[in-house]
């Protein structure tokens, strides 16, 4: 008992050991905090004064919701506060103890008082929160103030210098690793930070004139999300080394001179104080009389309207410590000219609401919001929901910040981030480009993930960071109207190279590439070949569509039956909250939400509460990935995005071009091609695009004229949209395409070399016939009595020698990976054998992933990320039959498609040789640029009665482009018609099925 009540922790000496020991008091005081909530919010209003009085928490929740709730995204207020109120609280502690303050065995007021002297906003921060709790709670707290008490931070920096840099994120995966993962903290390492501070300084000598770089007394900073401090930190070592050239004596001088230029804003108090942390640190180690209130650092948010009075501690009176500071912040955005705004911002998606006065603008002054600067006034519809983002928002912030809020008198100054790569080429930032290319003189784009979204783990700079991340820096040196210069590099390689690489750039390196320059281009290197003449896929198939989007995985099945099992459990379950558990809702659909049902369908709106039947609905196959073909459930209601318009143009000869036309991809074709619906994801798991060869009312899904014209330039052949479609696949469907053009399709989408060549052209269509062939599985361009039989059957019986199944999988397994035999040739599979097959065939890849592999992961590997429903649980427990056929099908896919192969690349080879139709010359013959009509799909035939007379009415504008007579080739003008015409005369005819 004595040892008990004499309890000492040990001294901490490391980050490991600190980590794991706060995040679980931190993880008991969290739940205290909610429990208090709960008792507090259960005392009626109408009990005495006395117990109405006794709500700490509620208090405190209701006066610091703003500070430590600044976002709350989609989580329960109570459920932030307690997090939030914890971390503060342990961090306080820490930072006191840092600078060797003791914390056990005193009271918490003294404690943040002495705190206060020297860390102003921390310190009065731990007073008001602690202040008030019952002696209960404080006798709770206290094991943490013990633990804490126990650290040895000096032990802890001696042994790792750059402790605090990862300190907040590591605390973050032991405490709350989910937390972790939905805020994005990922701190930026500082060899990173290092290298992007060095460009900065060489950008501010020599575009500038700033002699000295960061330590020129013209040169103010701001971090606007400064995290943990590191690029300030790094900043003041900068600044002091460079200085210390002419002798150390300058070292702790050039700091006290930067000490009041350099800005920070930080919202989260946990990271605010270990900011507070490592700039002290920094200070100390550089010998200088520097105080870290001689630095300018605000718990505030960057993005709030500076015009408006704070409301973040409206509850203190004015002259409090935490009001002035919060006072200073917003003097700061309103009227501080800066040199300098860099940092890391943070990244969320579908942010809005979040963006203060950049999203909002400024009422009280008049100021529209900032925002708009990177919009196109209407002229780019929803693609613009994607400038909903903070780290868009804190783009903004910066550039107006620099560019913009000081002109005439000042407008010279730098930008530099590292955020996520979006806007170098998506769509919806087409004004964020136009805006940097018409604002800024120059800019550098380093684009440190080319590899993509989800880069291999060896190839990344930030180890748990997904997305395709860049380095961006803007300056404007002088007042000229000439868009900016603006230059790109790719890092190529490992971690470790491309460290080497960053760290050898500079502003006028030789590596740099010219990006593109018209105002709304991707910033993304302007090709260096023909590639620009020749048509986008996207214009010659003018209407795309997005592939299914469900938003729950466990509509999808690689068999029929695990889709009824699953359908039979959902329908089982009478527990309402349990069902909707299974269900996984989402915003758009939920368990008792009515939606209408599938084009084609003659189902009432319903909901599944009201309208689920015991039996589930046939399963359609669809294109799930690249040559996966599975099952879904093809109900509405359980579809978020069910992209309808590719379920209502589902014809007997449908052809879909498959493309990945907003992100960079890896060694494959450049498209697929599939006769089924397509996911979303089909192409390499990434998003992309449905090219349809035929409308939903059965005509041609191509350019208008086009058709045509080819057929002129052919000698007047007959030219159809399945030539067309047979054309591209044979130039564009395979790895030479993707190799020869790797850099071009940085800028995403797939644009087509179109020969001019009859006789090449005839040569494609045989090949890229063959290629649809087996791709859609023997569904199109089949030939019963030719070398192209209908049917997967007859795709696996052409493949020669035949691919067999040679050895069954056992009956119990349920192999995860496949052993390949070079030697013999054979795919093992457990104790099945499958052969003879080629290493191109176990090694093809689309989009970079290797396409046996993703197919065998799907059906014996562990659940997908993805799956968040204990309905995706129910699946095959052992090999099925079905699966044995499936694979030999998708051997002999690949197998045609390995053997076509070098016949593409020659004819690739040759096309490119020959002359070309280009973009110039379809403006020229009015093919291009392509009517917007033309971009949204015809509808369906309506299945009411005709009204008499009106058979055949076309509502689409007639094309300029005609035969070409004898009487010359010139270009016809486009006719002005009325406003409704008939089809006769055209030249495309309605489409009739075959019967």
Known sequence: MRDFLGWQPESITTVRRLVTSMAPLCQYLRAEVLEQLDIERRTPESAPDRRRAQ???????????????????????????????????????????????????????????????????????????????????????????????????????????????????????????????????????????????????????????????????????????????????????????????????????????????????????????????????????????????????????????????????????????????????????????????????????????????????????????????????????????????????????????????HRPEAHRGIVAFISTAGFLSGPGFRGMREYLRRTCSEGWIIDLSPEGIRPPVRTRLFPGVQQQLMIAVFVRSGGGEKPADIRYVALEGTGEQKYAQLEDLAPDSARWRAVRSDAHAPFTPAAEGDWDSYPALGDLFPWAAPGVLPKRTWVYSTDQETLRARWRRLVAEKNVDEKRSLFRETHSRSVDRAVGPLPGSVLPKQSIMDGVSSACPDPVRVAYRAFDRQWVIPDNRVLDRSSPGLWESRHPDQIRIVEQHSKSFGPGPAVLFTALLPDLDCFDGRGGRVLSLRQKDGTPNVAPGLLQHLSNCFGHTMVSAEDLAAYIAAVTAHPGFTARFQDELTTRGVRVPLTGDAELWSEALSIGRTVIWASTFGERFADPKGAQPVGANQVWETALPKIEYRQQVGRDELPERFIYCPDRLELCLGSGIFGPVAPEVREYQVGGQNVLDGWLR????????????????????????????????????????????????????????????????????????????ARSSAPAPSPQPTIPGTEGIELRQPHAVRPITAQGDEAVEAPTPPARRGRKGGVERTYRRKR
Request: net charge negative; glycine share 6%; hydrophobic share 40%.
């Open 55 to 405: 709500k700490p928490f509620t208090a405190l929740a209701h006066h610091w919701s703003k500070v430590l709730l600044p976002s709350t995204d989609g989580q329960k207020p109570d459920h932030i506060f307690a997090d939030r109120y914890t971390q503060t609280i342990a961090f306080a502690l820490l930072l006191a103890r840092t600078e060797g303050l003791r914390l056990a065995g005193r009271d918490l007021a003294a404690v943040a008082s002495e705190l206060e002297v020297e860390n102003t906003v921390m310190g009065r921060a731990l007073q008001l929160l602690t202040e008030r709790v019952d002696p209960e709670f404080a006798r709770r707290l206290n094991t943490l103030v013990q633990v804490v008490d126990a650290v040895d931070w000096k032990r802890i920096t001696k042994q790792h210098p750059e402790a605090h840099v990862h300190l907040y994120e590591d605390f973050l995966e032991e405490y709350d690793p989910e937390l972790r993962r939905r805020s994005g903290t990922y701190y930026t390492p500082p060899r990173l930070v290092r290298a992007m501070v060095r460009f900065t300084d060489a950008v501010l000598r020599t575009r500038l004139d700033c002699a000295e770089g960061f330590a020129d007394d013209q040169v103010t900073v701001i971090d606007p999300a400064m995290g943990t401090g590191t690029f300030l930190s790094e900043i003041i070592d900068t600044v002091a080394e460079q200085r210390a050239r002419r002798g150390q004596g300058f070292r702790g001088e050039a700091v006290e001179q930067l000490a009041g230029r350099l800005i920070g804003f930080e919202r989260q108090m946990a990271a605010y104080a270990v900011a507070q942390m490592r700039i002290t640190q920094t200070l100390r180690e550089q010998d200088t009389r520097t105080r870290l209130d001689d630095l300018r650092l605000h718990l505030a948010d960057t993005l709030a309207d500076p015009y408006e009075r704070s409301s973040l501690f409206a509850f203190l009176p004015a002259d409090d410590a935490l009001v002035e500071n919060s006072r200073q912040a917003d003097w700061i955005k309103r009227e501080q000219q800066v040199t300098v705004v860099i940092g890391n911002p943070p990244d969320r998606e579908r942010a809005e609401g979040e963006g203060g006065w950049v999203e909002a603008g400024s009422e009280k002054v008049g100021i529209a919001p900032l925002l708009d600067a990177f919009r196109l006034r209407g002229r780019n519809g929803t693609q613009e929901n994607k400038l909903k983002n903070l780290y868009v928002y804190f783009w903004r912030w910066a550039t107006y910040k620099v560019f913009d809020q």
């Open 858 to 933: 799907r059906r014996s590997g562990s659940l997908s990320p993805k799956a968040c429903s204990e309905l995706d649980r129910i699946r095959p427990d052992r090999w099925l039959p079905v699966w044995s056929r499936e694979l030999l099908d998708v051997l002999a896919v690949l197998w045609h498609l390995v053997e076509v192969q070098p016949a593409q690349s020659q004819l690739l080879d040759r096309v490119l040789a020959s002359p070309l139709i280009s973009v110039e010359e379809l403006l020229r013959r009015g093919v291009f640029p392509v009517p917007d009509i």
